[in-house]
């Protein structure tokens, strides 16, 4: 389940979910009919649910149901035993519309600009696979290939035989070895995961390469690590595979016959790589029940811009300060990225951090940086790696009180290349915040220039008093000047002398109702 609340300019801001494992297709697949015990486990999940809906005031509430119950012979019977008894609708879904949905999800939360991206969603009794360009979808197939129906059906020993492992692969073969085929010519640059199976196999791939596990959106998984994985899956029985780092224990029973099928489809299709992605089918369902626009979003700096102004708003309201800083900050990214040999795409998330350097304050004031730096964290931040999450995140955190040093822990997780990244946007932040430090706006314009082997940052102020800026940036530009290798100063602009303005932004929000 999830809750959200929705703005009307289309922006979702996540509040709650909830998760709960009923294993409903449990046999189902062989004999044809859910099982007692399932069905209790599901009516119990789903009153709990409704309960939760009704305790967060939600307003508009979808639920539906997918391949086992569709199949189920008593399928119709357990719906009306849903509705009876936890008091909710429930609307069985075809395959091809779980794809629509799966994919409309995707494409919100991670864009699938450029590609073709193959997406992938492996369920417990079906898979539904999309070939994506550009944020279209060139075809969509919903097949009766799911994790659970496969290691039922074929992976029957415990570990799997050699002879099941090579009948389950014939299988897969026959049933969507040419869709496959049709994808490798179409030259897949990455596949796109969004089940749990296999984010699973994802944070796998992190812990064996010694990372912390943490946020699997855009997290990714390599063709050569997933064929790793599914050799260590396949070759060792449930208790040893229930050690092996990173994996869901819930999927313990299903991670062989998911990665044998994982490693089938990047192999098939000559993808290089796999991508988690943690928006899926509920995800879908919540974009059609809020009605927002399925073709919004279809580049990734939409998706990316949305979720970082959902979360200022959802915390700084209006965020004038933000706002301003973020123009201050990147009008100096302009003037000194070749001299701070920063990348272009770095810009961005400089942009984002100064929109949400602030948000920490809903938490503590005097530290108010490092609450900064977990809330973006552990936000819903869509469409970005988690690298570059974590980029954003400490530059926010250096906005402030110690700069940050390349000695530090956190800073030393990151690649040597994003380490001197952030300390790069830290400085231009620091000096950007420093320059709106009475949070009046005061600064118009600057321009830098460099004389007298100084850097100056010269400032239009109009006719208002900037002392306190002036006095601030000062103290703030010692890490932008070591990083130079330059004195900085600042300087207001003298009278007509033109500056580079900093561009106007327009200010947005919107009342939000939850779905």
């Not at 809020?290 to 979003?297: C, F, K, N, S």
């Not at 300060?321 to 900050?329: P, Y």
């Not at 810009?347 to 809903?362: F, Q, T, W």
Request: overall charge positive; some cysteine; charged content about 30%.
């Amino acid at each position: 389940m999830v809750v959200a609340d929705v703005s009307s300019d289309g922006r979702i801001q996540v509040v709650d979910r909830v998760k709960e494992m009923v294993r409903l297709g449990r046999h189902a697949f062989l004999s044809g009919r859910l099982t007692p015990e399932s069905m209790d486990l599901a009516v119990r999940a789903v009153d709990t649910f409704r309960r939760i809906a009704v305790a967060r005031k939600v307003e508009r509430l979808r639920a539906v149901a997918t391949s086992a119950v569709r199949e189920a012979r008593n399928g119709a019977a357990f719906i009306r035993r849903l509705r009876r008894e936890a008091g909710v609708t429930v609307r069985v879904i075809s395959g091809p519309e779980e794809a629509r949905l799966i994919f409309r999800a995707a494409r919100h939360a991670l864009g699938l600009d450029g590609g073709p991206h193959l997406l992938v969603d492996v369920g417990g009794g079906s898979v539904e696979l999309v070939l994506v360009r550009d944020g279209r979808a060139l075809w969509m197939r919903s097949l009766p290939l799911g994790a659970a129906r496969l290691a039922e059906r074929f992976l029957t020993s415990d570990p799997p035989t050699v002879g099941q492992v090579k009948r389950l692969e014939k299988h897969l073969d026959r049933e969507i070895g040419d869709l496959l085929d049709d994808a490798r010519r179409a030259g897949v640059a990455r596949a796109v995961g969004t089940s749990g199976t296999i984010n699973t196999l994802v944070a796998m791939a992190r812990a064996a390469r010694g990372e912390e596990v943490g946020r699997l959106h855009g997290a990714r998984a390599s063709a050569a690590e997933v064929a790793q994985l599914r050799r260590r899956l396949v070759g060792n029985a449930a208790q040893a595979r229930a050690e092996l780092p990173g994996i869901d224990s819930k999927r313990v029973d299903l991670m062989p016959a998911a990665a044998v099928l994982v490693d089938a489809v990047l192999t098939r299709a000559g993808a290089p790589e796999l991508v988690a992605c943690t928006w899926a089918l509920r995800e879908g369902v919540l974009l059609e029940l809020a009605g927002i626009d399925g073709r919004r979003g279809a580049v990734t700096t939409d998706a990316r811009r949305r979720s970082v102004e959902a979360l200022a708003e959802r915390f700084l309201g209006a965020n004038v300060h933000g706002r301003q800083v973020a123009k201050l900050a990147t009008t100096l990214f302009d003037a000194t990225a070749s001299a701070l040999a920063l990348p272009a795409s770095a810009r961005e998330l400089l942009e984002y951090a100064a929109l949400l350097h602030d948000i920490g304050h809903v938490v503590e004031h005097d530290r108010h940086h490092r609450q900064s730096c977990y809330l973006i964290r552990n936000a819903e931040l869509l469409g970005f790696d988690p690298i570059e999450i974590e980029c954003i995140a400490q530059v926010a955190r250096g906005h402030r009180k110690q700069s940050p040093k390349m000695t530090d822990p956190e800073l030393r997780a990151l690649p040597a290349s994003a380490r001197r990244t952030v300390r790069a946007l830290a400085a231009l932040l620091r000096v950007g915040d420093a320059l709106d430090r009475t949070h009046f706006g005061v600064i118009r314009s600057l321009r830098t220039s460099h004389q007298d082997g100084h850097l100056v940052i010269e400032v239009d102020v109009g006719r208002d008093n900037a002392e306190l800026e002036l006095w601030a940036a000062e103290r703030r530009a010692d890490l932008l000047a070591r990083l130079l290798d330059l004195p900085v100063a600042v300087r207001v602009r003298p009278p007509g002398r033109r500056t580079a303005p900093v561009p106007s932004s327009g200010r947005s929000g919107a009342r939000a109702r939850r779905a």
